[in-house]
Nanobody
Framework: QVQLVESGGGLVQPGGSLRLSCAAS????????MGWYRQAPGNQRELVAT???????NYVDSTKGRFTISRDNAKNTGYLQINSLKPEDTAVYYC?????????WGQGAQVTVSS
């Protein structure tokens, strides 16, 4: 298994940007898919984007154009760049890793978009 720790969240004004990081406790070379999810208050956790070990990327329609997912296997870290932030992007953002050994989650990073 692997432990994941998200960072980079915070309070951002509408229109701003931030980059979330997902640091793994060890090598992520065996992780087939890394993903980012988010959960707004009162809502279910929803998928934002995924990236495979080979670099195949998928975004849900609502995040295309403003969200960029990436991973740096050498740094054992995944990233989510979010631009043109909107108040409706306010949520706890979770990192997820899927591999042959199963699935694991980070503790989440709060992103609040407000003026």
């Amino acid at each position: 298994q692997v432990q994941l720790v998200e960072s980079g969240g915070g309070l951002v004004q509408p229109g701003g940007s931030l980059r979330l990081s997902c640091a793994a406790s060890r090598s992520i070379f065996d992780i087939d898919t890394m993903g980012w999810y988010r959960q707004a208050p009162g809502n279910q956790r929803e998928l934002v984007a995924t990236i495979t070990r080979g670099g195949t990327i998928n975004y849900v329609d609502s995040t295309k154009g403003r969200f960029t997912i990436s991973r740096d296997n050498a740094k054992n870290t995944g990233y989510l760049q979010i631009n043109s932030l909107k108040p409706e992007d306010t949520a706890v953002y979770y990192c997820n890793a899927q591999a042959d050994w199963g699935r694991t989650w980070g503790q989440g990073a709060q992103v609040t978009v407000s003026s």
